[in-house]
């Protein structure tokens, strides 16, 4: 198998049963779907059994990969809908926070700051939900620009801009609200 393959070739391939197109496109992308999965979830814990799932559906969903968009983008969206589809069917953990602050902050005063701060902000992310909340983690968790969040979101980039304007007025009403 040629390493140097593009990753469009490899799903194709994979799709086809090819395995080691397969074991190639898992390796290339791991990690970027472990961090996406983690900026979602907020837990270590929960973004490894996320990343699993996603990869153990893969090799059927590839089968629909027809390469009409870049397989980065169509993983992206795939690893989205994922997400929100585990977001939906569970409850919020509580230890999720505490897990990201451990990680995050070196002192407990530090810890527990973070932790109130990234639970503050799940909690308004969940209240303001999808769209705005997957736009909130491809632009700024991934570092996407406009363009390559709209291609992933399959809207405009205008439409990106334009929720993001719309999630700082909602997360500064929501603050004001909850600080108040």
Known sequence: MDAVASDEDLALRAGQGDRE???L???RHYDRLYR???????ARAEAEDLTQDILTTLPARLKSFRGEARFSTWLYRLA????????????RSLTR???????????????????AAHAWLMA?????????RATAL???????????AAEVLAVSPGTISWRLSDLRQKLKALKERDHA
């Open 21 to 23: 197109a397969f074991r």
């Open 80 to 91: 989205l809908n994922a997400a929100a589809d585990r977001r939906r069917s569970q409850s």
């Open 25 to 27: 496109l898992a390796e």
């Open 97 to 115: 926070d505490a897990d990201y602050a451990r990680s995050q902050a070196g002192t407990r005063a530090e810890a527990n700051a973070a932790a």
């Open 138 to 148: 491809l632009v700024l968790g991934e570092d996407m620009t406009h363009a390559e």
């Open 124 to 132: 308004a992310l969940d209240e303001i939900g999808d769209p705005l």
């Open 36 to 42: 996406l999965a983690w900026r979602f979830c907020g």
